[in-house]
Structures are given as structure tokens and as C-alpha cells.
């Protein structure tokens, strides 16, 4: 039996079938999930993952920002 790691829902999938790195979704919560291994059934949500690499995004733009500030001032 596969469950989402986000809501515990069972997800209907063949076990025999999964191999790692298979993208999977949840019926119940919409969450994509991807298989990290195979014996025992470990899943990760993918969700996750992308949320890092935004915040990550957000820290750079925020970075950017403040240096084209520290010209600016410097320029009056």
C-alpha cells in the first residue's frame, strides 16, 4: 500500500512497477509526488523541492534590488 506523504491518502499504484525517480500524483490532495526508493516504497513530494528553489529565487532578487538602491544613492 502507497500513501501520500502530504495527506495520507492510499494512492493506487502497482508497487511491483515503481522504480525510483517515477513521478507520481495524489488523487485526494493534487500533490506531486515523486518515488526516492524502491525497498521499502519511499516517496518525496516535488511540491517541496520547488518551493526551495523560489525562495532561493527570492533571495536573489532581493539582492539585486538593494545593490541597484546602493547606486542609486551613490549617484546623488
Known sequence: MVTCP???AVIDVDEEDL????????????????????????LESD?????????????DDEDEDEEEEEEEEEDW
Do not use: K, N, T, W
Open 6 to 8: 502530504m495527506c495520507d
Open 19 to 42: 522504480d525510483e525517480g517515477d513521478p507520481l500524483s495524489c488523487d485526494e490532495c493534487g500533490a506531486s509526488i515523486r518515488v526516492v526508493g524502491v525497498d521499502p516504497i519511499e
Open 47 to 59: 511540491d517541496e523541492d520547488d518551493e526551495d528553489d523560489e525562495d532561493f529565487d527570492d533571495f
